[in-house]
């Protein structure tokens, strides 16, 4: 498990903007039960790449017990959906490429067109920056302006509706949920990313919510129950 250096408390604040931006992007936005994202009718089926594009993508992993994976966000849509509602938050709250924020042209940009080798080492680039990020965090991003809720808490709200939405018993709350990060290449399936001595890509804390369905540390620990 990595561990935070000395100096990171400001890099900490600043990285889970990071992670909050692009859950966000697909918690808050309304989606219907039966769509895998919420723009999958003008952006095609399962939201998966374009033609000649990798996205990188963050889901629920196996959240209703059927190997199945349910949309939380993706690279590059979230950072589309940030240029039209606050450009500034794209210098300070995504992922970097060569000390830069990343750009939407880097998911069309190939050494090799449509490798999914390629595509799944620059996700792992790109996402292993945020696998360490907060869960408690109030930081104002996309669809959290505010700041009035925690993505804790936001993830809570979204695994319920999608276990509610699948008649799965909600009563209890949920532990340990993994929040997995996946690749599509060029309209192809989304796929786990991961390395070859790390194996697959998780957000670092798994997600656990209470009977009430807010967001509660996994080991008991203190957090930030909520942005007031």
């Not at 990071?18 to 992007?25: G, N, R, T």
């Not at 190997?67 to 509602?85: F, M, N, S, Y």
């Not at 949920?174 to 990060?181: G, H, K």
Request: net charge positive; glycine share 6%.
């Amino acid at each position: 498990k990595r561990k935070h250096t000395s100096h990171s408390r400001s890099h900490t604040m600043l990285s889970s903007r990071h992670l909050i931006v692009v859950l966000v992007i697909g918690v808050v936005s309304a989606q219907r039960a039966e769509r895998f994202c919420p723009r999958e009718r003008r952006d095609g089926f399962e939201c998966r790449a374009k033609t000649d594009q990798f996205k990188c993508g963050i889901f629920f992993d196996n959240l209703l017990g059927g190997r199945e994976i349910k949309w939380i966000g993706a690279l590059p849509d979230a950072i589309a959906k940030t240029r039209r509602k606050d450009p500034e938050l794209i210098k300070t709250i995504f992922p970097k490429v060569n000390k830069k924020p990343v750009e939407e042209n880097y998911f069309q940009q190939w050494s090799n067109t449509c490798d999914s080798a390629e595509a799944n080492s620059k996700c792992y680039l790109l996402m292993d920056q945020i696998a360490d990020d907060r869960l408690d965090s109030c930081k104002k991003t996309v669809g959290n302006l505010d700041g009035e809720d925690t993505i804790g808490n936001q993830l809570c709200g979204q695994a319920r509706r999608f276990l509610a939405s699948a008649k799965k018993d909600t009563s209890k709350g949920l532990r340990n949920q993994p929040l997995a990060f996946y690749s599509s290449t060029c309209k192809g399936k989304w796929n786990p990313v991961s390395s070859d001595v790390r194996g697959n890509l998780q957000v670092n804390e798994k997600l656990c919510c209470d009977s009430s369905w807010k967001y509660v540390k996994c080991d008991g620990g203190n957090f930030n129950r909520s942005c007031n």
